[in-house]
Structures are given as structure tokens and as C-alpha cells.
């Protein structure tokens, strides 16, 4: 499988971004995706995970601000983000792996990453 990440950037704080990871090659609908990110120094955190059946989990530390959304007729997996701040400065990376388990962060096949800064 293929996984292509875009819709990072620049943005304010407060800011919003929508990401988006494209799928290609493999059954997408039965795969979970999920977005991880990577801030500079720091180790690679689950954001967010999005089942086969479309059940979602988020890390604790969003407060809300996050959404995770999949469209298996366009292979696509999104991540809207709201109310950014700088700490969610990263390195955002699309992910799939044949379970709900989000607890392995290196587990499954990786996109090549968008980068995601914040401004104060």
C-alpha cells in the first residue's frame, strides 16, 4: 500500500487545517487508519484512529479539537484539526494496519508525513 498525506502548513494559532491520506493499492475499507505525529526531540504519538467499521479513538491530550473521518469510496482518510495551538506543531503521519490497535506506534504501513506548524 501507498499512503499519501497532504493539507499541512502553516496556520495561527487557533487556526484550523484539514489533513487528508490517500490510500492506494490493498483493500482500504478493511484496513484501520489512524494519524500519528512526530514534534522535533519528542517520540511518534497516536492522534487519532479510525476502524473498519468506523469506530474512533483519540488521544487524550486533544480536549475535543480533532476529528478523525474516513471515505472508503475514495480511499481517504482525513483529519480535521480545530483550535490548533504551537504544541501541536509536528510532523503528521498517516498510518494503516489490519487492526484497532493503535497501541504499537510503529506498527503497519506509513505515509511519507506533512508537516503541520503553528504559530503563536
Known amino acids: 500500500v501507498q499512503l499519501q498525506a497532504s493539507g499541512g502548513g502553516l496556520v495561527q494559532t487557533g487556526g484550523s487545517l484539514r489533513l487528508s491520506c490517500v490510500a492506494s493499492?490493498?483493500?482500504?475499507?478493511?484496513?484501520?487508519m489512524g494519524w500519528y505525529r512526530q514534534a522535533p526531540g519528542k517520540e511518534r504519538e497516536m492522534v487519532a484512529g479510525i476502524g473498519s467499521g468506523g469506530g474512533t479513538i483519540y488521544s487524550s491530550s486533544l480536549a475535543g479539537r480533532f476529528k478523525i473521518s474516513r471515505d472508503n469510496s475514495a480511499n481517504t482518510v482525513y483529519l480535521q484539526m480545530n483550535n490548533l495551538s504551537p504544541d501541536d506543531t509536528a510532523v503528521y503521519y498517516c498510518?494503516?494496519?489490519?487492526?484497532?490497535?493503535?497501541?504499537?506506534?510503529?506498527?503497519?504501513?506509513w505515509g511519507q508525513g506533512t508537516q503541520v506548524t503553528v504559530s503563536s
Open positions: 493499492g490493498g483493500a482500504f475499507r478493511n484496513y484501520a
Open positions: 498510518n494503516q494496519r489490519p487492526a484497532a490497535d493503535y497501541r504499537d506506534p510503529n506498527a503497519g504501513s
